[in-house]
């Protein structure tokens, strides 16, 4: 079997760079990214630190948590296009949300996730 050189290895320090720079511009701290991974805060801890390297299947579910393609968490593409909403209000309240605390944005989360259900429901009655 032929050795692999090592140039052919993603240099990992990159990517723990990459997921800090992500996380941060998310306005994310570790410990909410691990709760929406459903991960310990430690076990992430130790991926920015670079000290460990997430199997492939935990880099997808970080690539969805971040709202980023795979090519961007590592670092080979630019930003995403934005969610399209085409209600100008709610585009507007929208570009806000990653201002607002862990704790607000797990609000909201529990009262849109009310409403959708609740309108799902609805639909369902009207058939």
């Known amino acids: 079997m032929a050795a692999v050189p090592d140039s052919a290895y993603w240099p990992m320090p990159d990517f723990s760079q990459r997921l800090r720079e992500l996380r941060s511009a998310r ?15 430690r076990v992430y801890s130790r991926w920015e630190t670079g000290d460990v390297t997430p199997h492939f299947d935990t880099i997808v579910r970080l690539a969805e948590a971040l709202g980023v393609s795979l090519d961007e968490l590592a670092g080979r593409g630019g930003p995403p296009n934005p969610p399209a909403i085409r209600n100008h209000e709610l585009h507007r309240l929208y570009q806000k949300v ?4 862990d704790e607000d944005q797990k609000a909201l989360l ?10 799902s429901v609805s639909r369902l009655m009207a058939e």
Do not use: H, M, Y
């Open 27 to 41: 306005k994310l701290t570790q410990t909410r990214l691990a709760e929406l991974l459903d991960i310990s805060p």
């Open 98 to 101: 990653d201002l607002l605390s």
């Open 110 to 119: 529990v009262v849109l996730d009310s409403l959708v259900k609740r309108s």
